[in-house]
């Protein structure tokens, strides 16, 4: 399973980020670091998809890392538009995995600056690779860069639907 290297490299405390309030999320959203994660994530397997719709409905954003563009959540000036007073409003298995891989630290709550940090084995740049290789795949390389580059109307981040936690 393509999915369960990531699994060895979780070591999530969901008590700690509900006691710092999402700091993380305030500053930006993470993203979805393997495609793999995100077709699971939105349930697009088998499905006949367009990336700008997956984008539109899901309110998604894409994000340009070394010339390759990467899903990740909108954001507004208060961060990520999932994060409420309460946490996240994804279900746990939506979030983007580099949110799920963040690695939460005790001195993140005393210092009020992110300390957190993310798993040795976590390779950015293959992850880049895997996501050029997948629009490659699929055909959709140059929509999904021309979408990057002209990415402007997002829907009203402030109507955005809560899902419901199922995690
Ligand atoms: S990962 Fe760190 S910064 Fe993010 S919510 Fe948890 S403790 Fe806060
Ligand atoms: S998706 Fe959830 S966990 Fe990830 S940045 Fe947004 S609010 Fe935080």
């Known amino acids: 399973m393509k999915l369960l290297r990531w699994k060895a490299l979780l070591r999530e405390d969901p008590m ?21 994660q995100f077709v699971q994530a939105w349930e697009l ?25 990467i899903p990740l959540p909108r954001f507004s000036a208060g961060g990520c538009i999932f994060l409420r007073k309460d946490g996240c409003t994804l279900p746990r298995h939506k979030r983007p995995l580099e949110c799920l891989l963040m690695i939460p630290r005790v001195e993140t709550l005393l210092g ?27 055909g959709i390389w140059k929509e999904a860069l021309l979408i990057a580059k002209t990415w402007t109307s997002p829907k009203n981040p402030f109507l955005v639907k809560v899902w419901r936690s199922e995690s």
């Not at 998809?49 to 390759?68: D, F, Q, T």
Request: hydrophobic residues 30%; glycine residues 12%.
């Open 45 to 69: 397997e088998g499905k006949d998809w367009r990336l700008g719709e997956v984008l539109e409905n899901c309110y998604l954003s894409l994000k340009v890392c070394m010339g390759i563009p």
């Open 112 to 138: 009020g600056e992110i300390r957190c940090g993310f798993p040795q084995g976590l390779d950015y740049l293959e992850c880049f690779d895997r996501w050029r290789e997948f629009y490659q795949e699929r």
């Open 16 to 36: 700690l980020c509900t006691q710092c309030g999402g700091l993380c999320c305030k500053s930006y959203p993470g993203m979805y670091l393997d495609p793999f």
